[in-house]
């Protein structure tokens, strides 16, 4: 596979991005969200999203001035309006507003609407675990997971993120309330490879190993999932705005909203004791005796941060199709 080093893709992401006329602030920061991507091995929330984002940009969907706007509704909670630019600069800034909310009233509470895509949305959650901050981060998407029971697309994957502080590495924990991200299924498209039976439906509602029958996703542990994604519809979609689609009909635009709380745990300990705490529970972990095919128990998102590590140092892996989009200014 083609490879580069990370500051070579960012810039190259940058370009792209600035040649469709993207303010270069916000083309920095979808570029930064989509490397960090690349480099812990989630090429389907990476370069792979670029096209899309293009043709939404060119299509006028995605706004590439947006006004948006930061209404405070007390204290400790804002609510953010996207005028759908990019999602990656919406939810930076609502992440950021929750951060500063939190920092000040101990717990901060961003809830946003008319937002767009907005990428791995655990970049978000290392982001505010840096600052020193717990955070939630629940993600409305767009309508293409069967409910559970189901044979059509209700749902949305709608990812649920955490990140928790640690000295070493943030804690982050990013799933989508599906089996399987799209992203992953538009990949294996790409690669014309196969996919698990448990990823996707087709249009009978009959779990499929071909990428190109999906018609609908799979929720995460059955009724499990389905309850989980619908209770983010309510919080992400539902309490901030509506919701369109994003893969289905490219003529509309998207109305995606999220739901971001940052906690500040000096609110509740002093800081070098919570510290001392999540150390304890990483030491624990890290010493739980590993089960059989397994070399050790690892944290939620610690082989993620090995790669990238990996990839900072060594330079990350494209695939085919992410090299020729950039391989002009990669050169």
Sequence with gaps: MPKTTVENLKRAIQQKLQQADVLE???EIVADVLAFAETRGV???GVIRLPIYLRRVAQGHINIRPDIAITQLN???CKVDGDFGFGHVVAKKATDEAITLAKKSGIGLAIVSNSTHCGAV???AHEAAKEGMITLLLTQAD???APFGGRDAYLGVNPITYGVPNEEEPIVLDMS???AAFGKVLLAREQNTEIPTDWGLDAEGNPTTNPHEVKALQPIAGAKGSGLALFVDVVAGLLPGG???MYNDLSQKRHLGQFIIAINPALFMQPEAFAKGVQNMVDGLHEAVPAPGFDKVQLPGERSAQKAKKAHETGVELSENAYDLLKELLE
């Design 177 to 179: 309330t599906s089996n």
């Design 143 to 145: 309508a293409l997971v």
């Design 75 to 77: 204290e400790a909670v």
């Design 43 to 45: 090429q389907s929330h």
């Design 25 to 27: 602030e916000h083309a």
């Design 122 to 124: 655990g970049y978000y």
């Design 243 to 245: 919701n369109e689609t």
